[in-house]
Structure formats: structure tokens, C-alpha cells
């Protein structure tokens, strides 16, 4: 984040990597920004519009604004300043946003700006806590445990109803369900709920509604809650219970709530319910970024604020400091095409930032491909200084992630799939806590420490008792998972070290301690792998939008207008989080050798270069041309995808001989459940040489090959180069490189050894 600027002047991010080829002190100055000295020194960091949200505290406020405007810097400040300046008492202002990951990040801002003790949740959370509080007081005992793994709760549900359901139709029923009850539908209401908001039900609606019942039977039973009910039994108590309601009312005096674009009828009625009379109520959001109207989230409330709230303060923000003109510009060539209520408010935004390069928009011939091809590109930019974790994969569903987790294993480049909240609950991370605590207690007399003469040394010393080691352990299992949170500790420490030099043990346990107690993780140094829904509110200097086919973008189900424009901000929201680089591509085939008769998504028509404008507007895809260089059978010149020798037709199972989808049974060449015919001895030993050969060339085991490939390379038993490069997961680049070992192992020679030696003829 950036530490502001004078009030109106463009921002200058700071100098990073990408652009100086090393870390400045800039860079560290953002992880560890000096704490504004004075209430008007947090006002310093906005602009005059963003100044004017800070500074009307008390009454009804409303920002109405596009994406990267500041709004969420603006309701930041607006808390700190309020605090600093000593109108707000910390303890009594309730910030809400919209995910957990979102809600550590406003922590970690306000933090960063001197203001503590702040409530910054999701309503989820908040609820939660009121609910535990208050449940014994007004239901009596203690409140139901939240079930663990509702997905089981609903499978049993089916199975007692005699329903089978696969993994993806237990996801599909389990996600219905969640809509049924965040919309308020009981399980008998359910078909024709349905029929009423022409839903695309994942199957029939009266066997939904039978799943339905009987998952809410089992939950009673089982004396356990869900997700969707800490909602609705917050609400429940909170409209009883006035005694109770003064109570939270007492506590929570100023409210700001962050996205309110998507906030449902469910969360307004436990918004209406926590202000009472009062209106001391900030609100920002972005109408053009609805992207939760599935689960009946609206943006009237936003847009008619001022109906009901007529003495409201409204301010509109147009500069976006986070993007480039090229992707701002790609940003509102999306939004003119926008149809419908969010469209009618649209703002312009105006980049503050200096020009980028143009989007980048690649047409792949099948989805392995489209990943592989990413995975090069990120490889390509992290070598060009972008850090690992400023760069984003970003898809509409989440099962599109694997494809891109194998590709980036296959690649060696660090990902990660899990948001940053919870870093300082991971039980090694809180070892690692009472460890360094130990140690900083020991006063430097730890023989561990002897000889470590900085800080980050010391830290070494210390966590290398609880599993660090200086390079990363082989796999990608639990133990590089624990790895990689010791290791974001001993980057933590090294960071502190150079923000405070000098800095003592002590002193970075009590920096640990404060981000614990705010939830400021650490950033996981690898690339984010998240859906567009998650990726909401975030910010990175690199994304790439893939998977952007129709079918998939919009996606299938989306059939109204409504939906489909939904699908529209989806994409509108994905393009705003890009600072800098900005790539998006699609595939014409799912497998390799498909009819490849997918189409690029409609949304792009008019704003890619070569694409057929819609009516008059858009034609905003400026000088950034398509890339086809990987089409296969396109005959294309530059052609970046080494060919998939071999690879012409669907990948099929070599056991049942059914078509294959799913990137891990075509890396194996069968499905998961087809019995396998792998020689385990070679197995083995390809295991072995593979942890000989990632020791060697100091990387994890994956980057040399992953389990998978390894399988496949057990189970072929290639005799020749010819055999192996067919193999997913091999390729021209570890053919040359790791060819020769592997095929000589497969034959069972020793490595080093010649064709033909050994084997008893001379
Ligand atoms: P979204 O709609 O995606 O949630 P937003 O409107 O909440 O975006 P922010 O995340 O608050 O935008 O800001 C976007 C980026 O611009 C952040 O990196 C923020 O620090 C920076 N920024 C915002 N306002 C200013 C300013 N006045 N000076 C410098 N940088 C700014
Ligand atoms: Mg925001």
C-alpha cells in the first residue's frame, strides 16, 4: 500500500522491484510505514474528495465511486482520523466488509495509521461474536458448535433420502442450499422459489427441497449451526430481545460498511437492527461491482441512501489511483456496454497513474495449454523483479484452479490458494510465537543464538528448531505448508530489521504480538490463485483473467439479462484489480486435440483488438494485439507452446478408454479410480532420483516433476525420448533436461551408465 501523497497530487507507488531491478526503501517503508504523528498528518494521505468522506464524521455519509478510487483508503482514514483526533472512541466504531480477507486487510491499515481497537469484520464475524455473547442469556447453554464440513452434513442428507450425489453435484446441492437460506426460502418454498427467480436449479428442485429438509433435521439433531444461521439467528435475537439490542447498541455507536453494493436484505435488516435510531452510518460501494445478486444482494440500498437518508453527505470519487490508464481504459470500454441500474450509474474513472503496457490477450488452443502458457508468462515476470505474491490468477469457478496449481508446480513457481487471515492461528506459527518469546525472554543467553549477530539470524536460529530450513523441504504436502509459515515469519523479520535497524528480538515479538491481535498476516510470497468473487476489494501489480470463454464467462447458467450482466461486472471487477500488467486469455478446447469450437467471451467484443465492435461504443482494446501464438493448428507464426507431440485427439483412459477432463487423470492418462498398472520398484526409485536431483538443483521435489508426472512416467515406462515427452507434465524443457536420467532409470541402468553396459555383453 501507499503511504499518500499530498492531498490531489498523483500518487507515486512505490519504486518496486519491477521497476528498479531491486528492492528500495521504498519498498520496505511500505511494509512497515511510519504511523502518521498527528490527526491531521492521516488526513495528509487523501485527496479532497476522499478528505471530505474523513471528515464528516457523525451523520449519514454515502461514496458512491468506481473501482481503485480510495474508498476503502477513504472510510480507512476516515476511522483513523476520527480516532486520532479523539471524536471516535476506538471500542464503539464497527467497520464491516465483505470478506475475512478483506477485514484483516482493514486492520492491518487502520494499524498502519495509528488507530487500535477498531472492530473491522465481516457481518459474519460480527454476528457471530454477539451471537456467542448473548446466546446463553437469551436461549440458554452454550451455542451450538458451527458444523465443520457442511458438504458431509449435506452428502449424509442425500444418502438418507436415497440420493446419490458425485463430488460436483454434492458441491452444485450444497450451494443451493446455501442460496435457499440466505434468500430466506425454507426447504418447502424451495421449487417455487425456483420457478420465481427463473434459477437454473442443478437438478430437480423437489429432490433439492427433500435434501434441503433433511440437512436442516440432521443440524437440529446434531445440535450444530451453519454459516447462513448465524445471520439469521443474530437477526432473530436482536428483533426479540430489546433488552439485548440496547445492549449491542450501547457498545456500537458509528457504523462503515465497505461494498455495500452487495449487501443482502438479510445483512441490511442486522445493520437496521444494530443502528436503531441512530444514523451515524458510513457507506461505500460501487454499483457497477454487484457481483453478489445470486444470493439476493442488491445495490438499492446504496444508490437510494440519500431516499432514506435525506440529510446524507454524498461524495463521488473519479480518480482511480490503482491502475494504469491501459487497464482503466479497458476498465470503462467494459462498463459502457453495461446495461441495467448499476450501468445507469456508472463513473468514468480517470487514471492517476503513469502509462502501462496494454492488456495482453491470448487465444490458447485447449485449457492445459492456456495454463502452461500463463504459468510461462509469470515465470517470465517474476524474473523480470514482480514478486511472487503481487501477481494474481483469477478465475470464475474454483475448480478451474488445478489446472493452474499443476501448471505453476510444473513451472516452480510458489502459489498460493489460501487467503492470509488466519496466518497467526496455524498452529506452527503459533510455536513459532511462544519460541521466539523464549528466546527474546532469554535475553540473547539461548546457546542457539550464539554467533547470530542480527536480528534476522537470531529468528533463524530459533525457528530452525521448530522446522525452518534455508531451502524449502521437497512436496507440496503439510510440511511446505509449514514451511512456507516459518519462512514468511523469518522474510517478516528480515523486513523489520531493515524498516527499524537495530530492532531487537523483544522488539519483533511485540511486532508479532500486534499483528497477531490485529490479524495482520504477513504476505505469503506466491502467486494467488482465487476465484473473481474472492478477488474483490484486492489489488495486485500483475493479473491474469483466464479461463475467458462463453460458457465459462458468462457462465452457463447465467441466462437472464440480469445474470448475464452480473457476469459482466464479474469481468469488470476482475480487470480493476490489475495495478500494472493485465492478461487475459481463453482456450478453445477443454483437452488437448478438441474440436476447439469455444468462443472468446461476448464481453470482449469491441474492446479486443479484432474483435467485432458492438453497435457504436467500446472499441477500447487499444494497441494490445491477441496472441495466438499457441493455437494449435491455427498455423500461426511464433508459435510459444512447444507442440503436444502425440497429443492430437481427446485424452482418453488407457484402462477404460472414457474421455478424459480433469488435468490430474490426464496427466496420469486414466482416471483416478481405473486401476493402476504402475510399476511401484520404478516409482521408487524415480522418487528417489528426484529428491537427489531437487537437492541438487536446490528446488522442491515438484519442480522437477510432480507426483502425478511421476505416476504417468511409473506407468508408461517410456523406452524412448518419443514416449516421454508425450507424458503431461514432461515437455521439451525437462526432456533436455531430465530425459536422459529418466529414461535410463526406466530401463534399469544406473544412472551414468551407457546403453548396453552392464547388461553382460561386452
Ligand atoms: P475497490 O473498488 O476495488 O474496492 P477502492 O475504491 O476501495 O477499490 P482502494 O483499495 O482504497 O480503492 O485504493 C486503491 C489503491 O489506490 C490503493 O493502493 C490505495 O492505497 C491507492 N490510493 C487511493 N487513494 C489514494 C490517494 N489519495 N493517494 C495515493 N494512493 C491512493
Ligand atoms: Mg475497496
Known sequence: MTNGTPCGQPPQRPLTTWQ?????????????????????AVLDGLDPEQREVALALGGPVCVLAGAGTGKTRAITHRIAYGVRAGILQPTTVLAVTFTNRAAGEMRGRLRQLGATGVQARTFHSAALRQLQYFWPKAVG???????????????????RCGIRLDRNELRDATSEIEWAKVTQTVPADYPAAVVKTQRDAPRDPAELSQIYAMYEQLKRDRSVIDFEDVLLLTVGILQDRHDIAEHVRRQYQHFVVDEYQDVSPLQQRLLDLWLGERDDLC?????????????????????????????????????????????????????????????????????????????????????????????????????????????????????????????????????????AERFFDRPEVREAGVALRGAARAGGNDSLLDGADDLPSEVRAVLSTKGWTSKPPAGSGAVRDRWESLAALVRLAEDFEQARPG????????????????????????????????????????????????????????????????????????????????????????????????????????????????????????????????????????????????????????????????????????????????????????????????????????????????????????????????????????LTRFGADVLAICAGRTLGQEPGEGDGEV
Open 20 to 40: 528498479h531491478g531491486r528492492v528500495t526503501a521504498a519498498t520496505h517503508s511500505t511494509l512497515f510505514p511510519q504511523v502518521p504523528d498527528s490527526a491531521d
Open 141 to 159: 447453554g452454550e451455542l451450538p458448535r458451527l458444523v465443520e464440513r457442511k458438504v458431509q452434513l449435506v452428502a449424509e442428507a442425500a444418502a
Open 283 to 419: 457507506v461505500v460501494g460501487d454499483a457497477g461491482q454487484t457481483i453478489y445478486s445470486f444470493t439476493g444482494a442488491t445495490p438499492d440500498h446504496l444508490l437510494h441512501f440519500r431516499t432514506r437518508h435525506p440529510d446524507a453527505t454524498v461524495v463521488k470519487l473519479v480518480r482511480d489511483y490503482r491502475s494504469t490508464p491501459q487497464v482503466v481504459h479497458l476498465a470503462n470500454g467494459l462498463l459502457s456496454q453495461a446495461r441495467g441500474k448499476a450501468a445507469e450509474h456508472r463513473l468514468e474513472l480517470v487514471s492517476q497513474r503513469d502509462k502501462g503496457p496494454e492488456p495482453v490477450y491470448t487465444e490458447y488452443a485447449d485449457e492445459p495449454a492456456e495454463a502452461e502458457g500463463t504459468a510461462r508468462r509469470i515465470r517470465e515476470l517474476i524474473a523480470a523483479g514482480v514478486p511472487a505474491g503481487e501477481i494474481a490468477v483469477l478465475y470464475r469457478v474454483n475448480s478451474q484452479s488445478e489446472v493452474y496449481e499443476q501448471a505453476l508446480a510444473d513451472a516452480g513457481v510458489p502459489y498460493q490458494l489460501r487467503g
Open 503 to 734: 530492532a531487537t528480538l523483544s522488539d519483533l515479538v511485540a511486532e508479532l504480538d500486534e499483528r497477531a491481535a490485529a490479524q495482520h498476516a504477513p504476505t505469503v510470497q506466491g502467486v494467488t490463485l482465487a476465484s473473481l468473487h474472492s478477488a474483490k476489494g484486492l489489488e495486485w501489480d500483475a493479473a491474469f483473467l483466464v479461463g475467458l470463454t462463453e460458457g465459462m464467462m458468462p457462465i452457463a447458467y447465467a441466462k437472464t439479462d440480469e445474470q448475464v450482466e452480473e457476469e459482466r461486472r464479474l469481468l469488470y471487477v476482475g480487470v480493476t484489480r490489475a495495478r500494472f500488467h493485465l492478461s487475459l486469455s481463453w482456450a478453445l478446447s477443454r483437452s488437448p486435440g478438441g474440436r476447439g469450437n469455444r468462443r472468446a467471451t461476448r464481453f470482449l467484443n469491441g474492446l479486443r483488438p479484432g474483435s467485432a465492435a458492438l453497435g457504436t461504443r467500446g472499441g477500447a482494446g487499444g494497441g494490445g494485439g491477441i496472441d495466438r501464438g499457441s493455437r494449435a493448428g491455427a498455423g500461426a507464426a511464433g508459435t510459444q507452446t512447444p507442440a503436444r507431440p502425440g497429443r492430437r485427439g481427446p485424452v482418453r483412459c488407457r484402462v477404460c478408454g472414457k474421455t478424459l477432463t480433469e488435468a490430474g487423470e490426464m496427466k496420469l492418462m486414466r482416471c483416478e479410480d481405473c486401476p493402476s498398472d504402475m510399476d511401484e520398484a520404478l516409482y521408487e526409485r524415480l522418487r528417489e532420483w528426484r529428491a537427489d536431483r531437487a537437492k541438487e538443483i536446490s528446488q522442491p521435489a515438484y519442480c522437477v516433476f510432480t507426483d502425478k508426472t511421476l505416476m504417468a512416467i511409473a506407468e508408461a515406462a517410456p523406452g524412448t525420448e518419443g514416449e516421454l515427452v508425450v507424458i503431461a507434465g514432461v515437455g521439451n524443457r525437462k
